[in-house]
């Protein structure tokens, strides 16, 4: 009896690892560079949100850098991402070759897709207090305030289960663990993070000559 296949737009969520398998063995490129541009977006606007931008810039100087910026970023992740985290995947004895890490990551972002389905309404409710400290048309209605803090928590779900889904994704194709599949990232961070901590210190102890 034949297992019936999965769609990987719903199954991403509870099976990663057998959608990133079923996806790997039938056609490894599928969507894989769509997936990392419209990711892309819903991390520039969840990243926005975070770091409140709209602090230093206009609403719509976030929304064209998410709607532009975010396809760029999400698809120079993808490739220098499917390079290193195979590189160093390697060091712990991960199996998977380049493609089938950038699998991994292009399919883990559906639910960061899904979300985009909750900035659309939280755009329309709260606009430029989506991305600023101060929140005074949010605070003066406990209507408004009650739907922030579920928008806030609801992406802040999300990104997480994004998260947790990649770990388990990028440990199926290298086969290990979703922790192993942690330290492998950890690892691939460290990689670009010690080289430009290095640049750094230099570039400061030049400067003191």
Partial sequence: METPLLNPWFSMWLHP??????????NPDRLVVLLAAVGGIAEALTNAASDSKGDDISLQAILLTALFGGPIMG????WLGGLLLRWTGGWL???ADTRSVRTALAWANVPLIWSLLLWGPALLF???ELFTTATPAIDASSMFAGLYLVFTL????????ALV???HALGEVQGFSAWKALGNSILAGLVVAIPLLVLALAMVWISRL
């Avoid at 690892?17 to 039938?26: A, E, G, K, L, M």
């Avoid at 698809?75 to 993808?78: A, E, F, H, Q, R």
């Avoid at 609801?154 to 289960?161: A, D, Y």
């Fill in 93 to 95: 004895g991960g199996q």
């Fill in 17 to 26: 690892r057998q959608t990133i398998r079923q996806i790997v063995s039938t």
């Fill in 75 to 78: 698809i120079v992740g993808l």
């Fill in 126 to 128: 709260f606009g430029a």
């Fill in 154 to 161: 609801g992406i802040g779900i999300v990104s997480l289960w």
């Fill in 165 to 167: 889904a990649f770990f």
